[in-house]
Structures are given as structure tokens and as C-alpha cells.
């Protein structure tokens, strides 16, 4: 099982809000849309801060070998 930072994410001013929206969205969301949507909030950190996508995706959660683009 993989430790996710997601959560705590959500709460960090030094995320960028469109990231932590769309965490929350993925928290509120149905199981089967989750994986997605966190995707989806590991494509705007890697986009918006010096993360690598690899970094970011093991932030929220997902396997680190998906691509973030």
C-alpha cells in the first residue's frame, strides 16, 4: 500500500490552489473516479512547481511510472 501525502496536500498554502481543488475533488469523488482525478492534480504540480512528474505522483498517491502529460 502506498503512503499518500494527498491529504495533507489539501491543506498546504505552498500547494497551488488549482492542485489542492482538484485533490479536494478527488476526495469527494466516487472510488471509481478517484485514480483519475488524482492524476489529474499530479499533472498541475508537476506543471506548476519544480516537481518531477514521478515526485508528483508519489505525492497523491499513484504509480510513480505513468506519465504525467
Same mark, same amino acid.
Not at 40 to 66: F, W
Given at each position: 500500500?502506498? =503512503? *499518500?501525502?494527498?491529504? =495533507?496536500?489539501?491543506?498546504?498554502?505552498? +500547494?497551488?490552489?488549482?492542485?489542492?481543488?482538484? =485533490?479536494?475533488?478527488?476526495? *469527494?469523488?466516487?472510488?471509481?473516479?478517484?485514480?483519475?482525478?488524482?492524476? *489529474?492534480?499530479?499533472?498541475?504540480?508537476? !506543471?506548476?512547481?519544480?516537481?518531477?512528474?514521478?515526485?508528483?505522483?508519489?505525492? +497523491? !498517491?499513484?504509480? +510513480?511510472?505513468?506519465?504525467?502529460?
Amino acid at each position: 500500500m502506498a =503512503l *499518500s501525502m494527498a491529504r =495533507l496536500l489539501i491543506h498546504d498554502e505552498a +500547494v497551488p490552489a488549482p492542485a489542492r481543488d482538484a =485533490l479536494r475533488a478527488a476526495y *469527494s469523488a466516487a472510488p471509481a473516479e478517484r485514480d483519475e482525478m488524482l492524476a *489529474s492534480a499530479a499533472r498541475i504540480l508537476y !506543471g506548476e512547481t519544480d516537481l518531477e512528474c514521478r515526485d508528483a505522483r508519489e505525492l +497523491v !498517491g499513484l504509480p +510513480v511510472d505513468d506519465p504525467c502529460a
